[in-house]
């Protein structure tokens, strides 16, 4: 049988199950540093910490859950991991460098029932949600790669952006964060985790309401009824009347920003007119809304879908900016290998099943 991710335990749940097997407090503090500071790779390297205690993470616990299937180098320093669970479902995980630090883009769920029409990840629907565990596990695996570089680099920022909904797994999301924003472990700041979701209202409002400082992203792509659920059959549930009440809900409730995730898909959402529509609907919302505009990477399975022409990005960039709407252009990464979400990983299952 698999054992569970030692990942996966925050550290007040690593220290009850400890004491509830009679060893001391001050073990866990051990266990965890060895896991998050010193980064070990095997319990048996945990020397300092008793033998019975290791021999007992050894037999409860896995300390490797993912194995890296593909890894993908691109000339811009990005790197695409596609990691093999223990049950052979394969996840995407990316490194990205920017100015401001190194940033991950981890998955939450294999594959994803939303069904986003433009997304390489929703061509393969939902088999699972990952644990915790698996989710800790891929910034681990990102860092333990920074580390054999021996450059002292560090994961400095997450996005929740992967394949899958955070949000359809929102408890084991919500551990994740804890685990990951554990001072006394990778200590990456929460302002600096963003949470992306399609749009469930319920869940944002929940969301709020953790009082976790971390940023939340919204897929909008569109700022009408008719063309979103064209876009994203989750309108058709959810519509943007219910999202801009979510909206409103979250930023009295945390007084942060949110952001608006916007991919640009030629001749589809990308005129003036919808430029307009959005400034329209976020009009009173001033400092607390956050436009990115996403330029779309084409996958071979949407060829309805095409990139923006240049000049019609900008178009809707300067309306957005008339407007008073803050919003920026998103920088591309990893453009020579796999970008797309979700398209290494199609990819290989494809390859794997003689397609
Ligand atoms: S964009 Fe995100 S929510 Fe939509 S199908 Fe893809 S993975 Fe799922």
Same mark, same amino acid.
């Given at each position: 049988?698999?054992?569970? +991710?030692? @990942?996966?335990?925050? #550290?007040?749940?690593?220290?009850?199950?400890?004491?509830?097997?009679?060893?001391?407090?001050? !073990?866990?503090?051990?266990?965890?540093?060895?896991? @998050? !500071?010193?980064?070990?790779?095997?319990?048996? %390297?945990?020397?300092?910490?008793?033998?019975?205690?290791?021999?007992?993470?050894?037999?409860?616990?896995?300390?490797?859950?993912?194995?890296?299937?593909?890894?993908?180098?691109?000339?811009?320093?990005?790197? =695409?991991?596609? *990691? !093999?669970?223990?049950?052979?479902?394969?996840?995407?995980?990316?490194?990205?460098?920017?100015?401001?630090?190194?940033?991950?883009?981890?998955?939450?769920?294999?594959?994803?029932?939303?069904?986003? +029409?433009?997304?390489? #990840?929703?061509?393969?629907?939902?088999?699972?949600?990952?644990?915790?565990?698996?989710?800790?596990?891929?910034?681990?695996?990102?860092?333990? &790669?920074?580390?054999?570089?021996?450059?002292?680099?560090?994961?400095?920022?997450?996005?929740?952006?992967?394949?899958?909904?955070?949000?359809?797994?929102?408890?084991?999301?919500?551990?994740?964060?804890?685990?990951?924003?554990?001072? =006394?472990?990778?200590?990456?700041?929460?302002?600096?985790?963003?949470?992306?979701?399609?749009?469930?209202?319920?869940?944002?409002?929940? *969301?709020?309401?953790?009082?976790?400082?971390?940023?939340?992203?919204? #897929?909008?792509?569109?700022?009408?009824?008719?063309?979103?659920?064209?876009?994203?059959?989750?309108?058709?549930?959810?519509?943007?009347?219910?999202?801009? %009440?979510?909206?409103?809900?979250?930023?009295? =409730?945390?007084?942060? !920003?949110?952001?608006?995730?916007?991919?640009? /898909?030629?001749?589809?959402?990308? &005129?003036?007119?919808?430029?307009?529509?959005?400034?329209?609907? *976020?009009?009173?919302?001033? =400092?607390?809304?956050?436009?990115?505009?996403?330029? @779309?990477?084409?996958?071979?399975? &949407?060829?309805?879908?095409?990139?923006?022409?240049?000049?019609?990005?900008?178009? *809707?960039?300067?309306? /957005?900016?008339?407007?008073?709407?803050?919003?920026?252009?998103?920088?591309? &990464?990893?453009?020579?290998?796999?970008?797309?979400?979700?398209?290494?990983?199609?990819?290989?299952?494809?390859?794997?099943?003689?397609?």
């Amino acid at each position: 049988m698999n054992k569970p +991710s030692i @990942y996966g335990l925050t #550290s007040s749940q690593l220290e009850s199950w400890l004491l509830e097997r009679g060893h001391k407090k001050f !073990r866990a503090s051990q266990v965890w540093d060895y896991l @998050y !500071r010193k980064r070990v790779t095997a319990f048996e %390297e945990m020397t300092d910490v008793k033998s019975e205690c290791v021999d007992l993470l050894v037999e409860h616990f896995s300390i490797q859950t993912l194995e890296v299937h593909v890894k993908q180098e691109s000339a811009d320093g990005t790197v =695409k991991f596609l *990691f !093999r669970l223990q049950d052979g479902n394969l996840i995407e995980t990316v490194l990205m460098r920017h100015k401001y630090g190194l940033s991950v883009c981890v998955t939450t769920q294999v594959g994803c029932n939303i069904g986003c +029409s433009f997304c390489a #990840s929703g061509l393969l629907a939902k088999t699972r949600d990952l644990s915790s565990g698996e989710i800790v596990e891929q910034i681990m695996n990102v860092q333990h &790669h920074l580390d054999s570089k021996g450059e002292n680099e560090r994961v400095s920022h997450i996005v929740v952006m992967g394949i899958g909904e955070p949000f359809d797994n929102f408890d084991n999301m919500v551990d994740f964060i804890h685990i990951v924003t554990d001072y =006394k472990g990778l200590a990456i700041g929460a302002r600096k985790i963003t949470v992306s979701t399609s749009g469930l209202a319920n869940k944002m409002k929940e *969301f709020a309401d953790t009082g976790l400082q971390v940023n939340l992203a919204l #897929s909008l792509h569109a700022p009408n009824n008719e063309l979103r659920t064209r876009i994203m059959k989750i309108n058709r549930a959810i519509p943007i009347e219910k999202l801009m %009440e979510a909206v409103d809900y979250y930023i009295e =409730k945390t007084n942060k !920003r949110i952001t608006l995730e916007y991919i640009l /898909l030629r001749d589809v959402n990308d &005129h003036v007119e919808e430029a307009e529509q959005l400034a329209d609907l *976020f009009a009173d919302k001033g =400092k607390s809304v956050y436009v990115n505009l996403i330029p @779309y990477n084409p996958v071979d399975e &949407h060829s309805q879908y095409q990139r923006s022409d240049q000049e019609d990005v900008l178009a *809707f960039y300067d309306t /957005l900016k008339k407007r008073g709407i803050n919003c920026k252009i998103r920088q591309e &990464h990893g453009t020579d290998i796999d970008a797309a979400c979700g398209q290494l990983r199609s990819k290989q299952i494809k390859k794997a099943q003689g397609e």
